[in-house]
């Protein structure tokens, strides 16, 4: 007979709510910031000082990036259902693939996959099998990511930088060389490799960009509903296409 499911994260009794182990109301609530209680859910422990500083650096520095396709996406949505906040916001955080939000699971998965070995080797083995290194180029940050630099800077002020960003570091000279060109090292490759160095799991990344763009959602939907631009971004993406028939 096979186990009853498990689950570890959290249960409602008729007179409390026990999260990880802990009280809500009699222990958490009043004790740990959101970025603690976010850790707390995520992994089960409650973080070190860096584990909290590094993951609320971390969500702020994703958070928000302007008028996004996510973004977009959730005005024009909310402009097209007023009563769907909810819907907006997922339709936003639909959009948080590859591309977009999730180069920093790829990150990640690299930096774990090729732990201890020379980032040229990497590098040549990725382009002589035709692909791309996540977490390099971009479209408006050039030569540099200054939210990329911004971590690498306080990782090595506290002193947090291990193996794998030293791999990522390692990598951009690398990607140059064999490139033939310096490319940009985006946001999502410290991301990656700061997480990894406070050791979170590699399949824990993606939450953090995820979490951090659902606030963003949320102030420009509460800016759509003040100051509605969504069907005006519609009208503008038809003039900017051509039909031919």
């Not at 990598?171 to 490139?179: M, P, Q, S, T």
Request: charged share 25%; with cysteine; glycine share 8%.
């Amino acid at each position: 007979m096979a186990d009853r499911p498990i689950s570890r994260i959290s249960r409602a009794y008729p007179d409390r709510v026990e999260v990880r182990g802990r009280d809500l109301t009699g222990d958490l609530m009043g004790r740990l910031t959101f970025t603690e209680y976010f850790h707390l859910l995520l992994t089960g422990e409650e973080p070190t000082e860096e584990q909290r500083f590094f993951l609320d650096l971390l969500l702020v520095s994703i958070a928000e990036h302007g008028m996004m396709p996510t973004n977009v996406a959730a005005r024009m949505t909310l402009a097209a259902d007023p009563d769907s906040l909810q819907g907006a916001v997922a339709a936003g955080i639909l959009g948080c693939g590859p591309v977009i939000l999730g180069t920093s699971e790829e990150c990640a998965r690299l930096l774990a996959q090729n732990h201890g070995r020379e980032p040229l080797e990497v590098a040549r083995e990725i382009h002589d099998a035709g692909g791309k290194v996540p977490g390099f180029g971009h479209p408006v940050h050039t030569p540099v990511d200054p939210r990329a630099e911004r971590i690498l800077e306080l990782a090595d002020e506290r002193g947090v930088s291990g193996p794998h960003t030293e791999l990522a570091r390692g990598l951009r000279e690398a990607v140059a060389e064999v490139w033939g060109k310096p490319l940009t090292m985006n946001v999502s490759m410290p991301i990656a490799s700061v997480m990894l160095d406070l050791g979170f799991p590699s399949t824990a990344v993606k939450a953090v960009p995820i979490l951090a763009r659902t606030a963003s959602l949320l102030a420009h939907l509460a800016e759509e509903q003040e100051n509605p631009i969504g069907l005006g971004l519609a009208a503008k993406a038809e003039e900017a296409v051509d039909y031919e028939r």
